[in-house]
């Protein structure tokens, strides 16, 4: 028999004095933790009291884990949660409230080391406001049923965070410290980025419940215009594990997994102001396109089995760049577990006419077949394994993506109603008026999800996955949508990467290095609001000048100031497209791969 694993901590009040910060569980049976403010080191034991404490006990219900800035040693807190389901048997929540507690002083720095102390905090609450940040205090969520089912046994007992898949772990960095002390297992809870949510209905009288479950990848986690691509090591952006699991009364499950992440070759598309800008491959003699091709396959092939490798973006114009890079690696390695189908997404769909997917279907669908689904018997006993999975991308890996998806899941959802005996030979889930409308709704919000974690806005397109068509009301949305992703893209996505790349570990805030703040060449001059201000002005004066309200006095002076203003509008709009890349927000700390 194994040491017992001890329960997760599901509540604790944050008792601050001069010289340490105590938690102090809600469970009696678990012992408090302290953390040193000197040095940030933890131990186990100690009470609570309010004599010395420096102020309010705070409440938390979950420790994200801890990081060094300049000034020492920071707590990250989750401080309020919402229950949204049940998985595995056991309670789901969403994070919805987050705190930064202090362990250490600034005294001890100077004035420049405070500036930047206040940015590195300003980027850690950009990325803690991400949005799809869920948890389980007894279960692990970042792992699918068929991998869990079909795991090896267990030699004993193990905590929940030696259970959960590190390639969901999203705060595995943050909780290193804690990991490092045996006594401070019960403050360890793994938490993933992604989606959850579920459904209730009935199929032919016969209950039925569907959970939608996005997993985000921790490698090369990022936002939209800065982390494209794969790595050098095969680790694609935007990379999410889909996960459909259908219980239906009486306890029989099944599952189905899918998968979507960025194109998976060396390539990159830098904001630069315009609109959209221009992708570009990147590859070298040192770097060819089928190296980090190879890598990624291969782990999806350890993983999941075959892959079809559906791709959905533009064979004509700029995309077709990077469709054209990644057709020619997959048929340079050869790799007889892929298939490689490309489908213009946009030719043969247009926008309106999505039903256009059945060409897919024509195309993949008995493959798909082939990798089946996974099937749990109501005794727990496995009936059916999945061989294989589904790999989506467009550009973006969102908006064609999830319709796609969507479509996908809804034909293996309607095989597997029809092996558990709930759905004739012909009949579909669409007759089904109540489960089809909450089954729409469910994946998009799973979408829209995904999208906001990448991009700040919810799905394109997501009107036809929610109510089966495309409407005036959606296309609106689309152009907001749009509009929102130019501005994050191109002013705010530099900040919250950082955040992200602190909270992974990708970056170590150290002493005695430069600051990663500090601008240096043409870039100290490129700040966009003076930018903006002075064309506004210049263009003002120009038209004010040319264009009198009233006869004016004959003078020299309206001329010159007409001529002075247009050369001063035509150079800043000469210096933002000259130099537009240093303009916008980009990230400070790390480099693009």
């Known amino acids: 028999m194994g040491v017992p694993v001890p329960a997760l901590c599901t509540g604790f009040r944050v008792w601050q004095y001069s010289d340490q910060l105590l938690l102090e569980p809600l469970d009696a049976s678990t ?36 990081i060094e800035l300049l000034a020492g040693t920071y707590v990250l807190l989750v401080t309020n949660r919402q229950l949204v389901g049940a998985f595995k048997g056991a309670h789901v929540f969403r994070a919805t409230a987050f705190d930064i507690v202090p362990c250490c002083s600034k005294d001890s720095l100077t004035p420049k080391q405070k500036a930047d102390e206040e940015e590195y905090l300003v980027r850690l609450r950009s990325a803690l406001s991400a949005h799809g940040l ?58 993933m980025q992604g989606s959850f949510a579920s459904i209730q209905s009935a199929i032919n ?24 691509g794969a790595d050098s090591k095969g680790a694609v952006a935007n990379f999410v594990e889909t996960e459909q699991v259908v219980t239906v009364d009486g306890g029989a499950v099944a599952s189905y997994v899918q998968v979507r ?39 999806l092939n350890e993983i999941y089995g075959p892959v079809i490798a559906v791709d959905l973006v533009n064979q004509h114009g700029g995309e077709s760049r990077i469709g054209s890079a990644y057709a020619g690696a997959v048929n340079a390695i050869k790799d007889a577990d892929i298939r490689y189908v490309p489908f213009d997404f946009h030719k043969e769909c247009g926008h309106t006419n999505f039903h256009q997917l059945s060409l897919l279907d024509d195309q993949i669908g008995q493959d ?21 999975t589904v790999r989506t991308n467009c550009v973006d890996c969102l908006d064609r993506t999830n319709v796609s998806q969507s479509w996908f899941a809804r034909h293996v959802l309607e095989q597997e109603l029809r092996q558990m005996g709930l759905l004739g030979k012909d009949e579909q889930v669409a007759e089904h008026s109540d489960f089809d409308a909450k089954y729409k709704i469910m994946w998009a919000d799973h979408g829209d999800d995904i ?14 996955v929610r109510y089966g068509k495309r409407s005036p009301e959606g296309f609106l949305q689309d152009g907001v949508s749009a509009v929102q992703r130019y501005f994050f893209n191109n002013y705010t996505d530099g900040v919250r990467q950082d955040g992200l790349d602190l909270i992974m570990g990708n970056f170590t805030v150290k002493q005695g290095v430069p600051s990663p703040f500090t601008r240096t060449g043409i870039e100290k001059y490129t700040n966009l609001r003076v930018a903006l201000v002075v064309l506004v002005a210049s263009t003002f004066l120009f038209l004010r000048n040319v264009f009198p309200s009233s006869s004016p006095t004959p ?37 693009l791969r």
Request: contains cysteine; aromatic residues 10%; proline residues 7%.
């Open 134 to 191: 869920f948890f389980s205090y007894s279960a692990d969520i970042t792992t699918s049923l068929q991998r869990e089912a079909l795991a090896e046994a267990s030699t004993g007992p193990k905590p929940l965070w030696k259970q959960v898949d590190d390639r969901f772990f999203w705060n595995l960095h943050l909780q290193q410290r804690a990991i490092s002390c045996p006594e401070a297992a019960p403050f360890v809870v793994p938490v």
């Open 205 to 228: 009288k016969c209950p039925v419940e569907v959970t939608l479950i996005a997993r985000r990848s921790v490698d090369r986690i990022g936002t939209r215009m800065w982390r494209r």
């Open 451 to 464: 999208s906001t974690q990448y991009t700040g806005t919810p799905a394109l397109k997501g009107d036809f």
């Open 555 to 591: 003078s020299i002076l309206p001329p010159v100031i007409a001529a002075t203003s247009a050369v001063l509008a035509g150079s800043v709009l000469f210096a933002l497209k000259r130099f537009g890349r240093l303009f916008c927000d980009r990230p400070r700390f790390c480099s």
């Open 31 to 66: 012992s408090c933790l302290a953390i040193r403010r000197s040095d940030g080191s933890l131990s186990v034991g100690g009470e609570p009291s309010l004599a010395g404490t420096v102020s309010e006990p705070k409440s938390a219900c979950l420790l994200l884990g801890f």
């Open 368 to 388: 798909m077949e082939a990798q089946g689904f996974f099937l749990q018997g109501k005794d727990g006993s496995v009936q059916k394994q999945q061989h294989g």
């Open 261 to 299: 992440g960025s194109i998976p070759v060396l390539w990159e598309q830098i904001v630069d102001l315009t609109y959209k800008p221009k992708l570009q491959t990147v590859v070298t003699a040192a770097q060819p396109f089928e190296a980090p091709l190879r890598q990624h396959l291969r782990g």
